[in-house]
Nanobody, 111 residues
Framework: QVQLVESGGGLVQPGGSLRLSCAAS????????KRWYRQAPGKEREFVAAMLSDGGTWYADSVKGRFTISRDNAKKTMYLQMNSLKPNDTAVYYCNLGNNWGQGTQVTVSS
């Protein structure tokens, strides 16, 4: 059974940093496109970042230059390093691998 387990969310002040992790099991990891999405209260889920199997990346304009997606194939884990966080980055963040989703982790940016 496929499982994606997220961790690393929390409360951070504006300008701070967090690193989210998403550990996969029960599925092929290295060849799948890895994606992060987020959903703020009252809004639709939106794309944040993605990484191809060859390491190519792309980002939503709203996070470009502040967020970095990465992976460790040996650990079957993907990461989202988030720097210079803003209040409007507040959302539940979800990892995605193929047709599978993590449970979500809350990120709150507030002073």
């Amino acid at each position: 059974q496929v499982q994606l387990v997220e961790s690393g969310g929390g409360l951070v002040q504006p300008g701070g940093s967090l690193r989210l992790s998403c550990a996969a099991s029960g599925t092929t990891f290295s060849t799948n496109i890895k994606r992060w999405y987020r959903q703020a209260p009252g809004k639709e889920r939106e794309f944040v970042a993605a990484m191809l199997s060859d390491g190519g990346t792309w980002y939503a304009d709203s996070v470009k230059g502040r967020f970095t997606i990465s992976r460790d194939n040996a650990k079957k884990t993907m990461y989202l390093q988030m720097n210079s966080l803003k209040p409007n980055d507040t959302a539940v963040y979800y990892c995605n691998l193929g047709n599978n989703w993590g449970q979500g982790t809350q990120v709150t940016v507030s002073s």
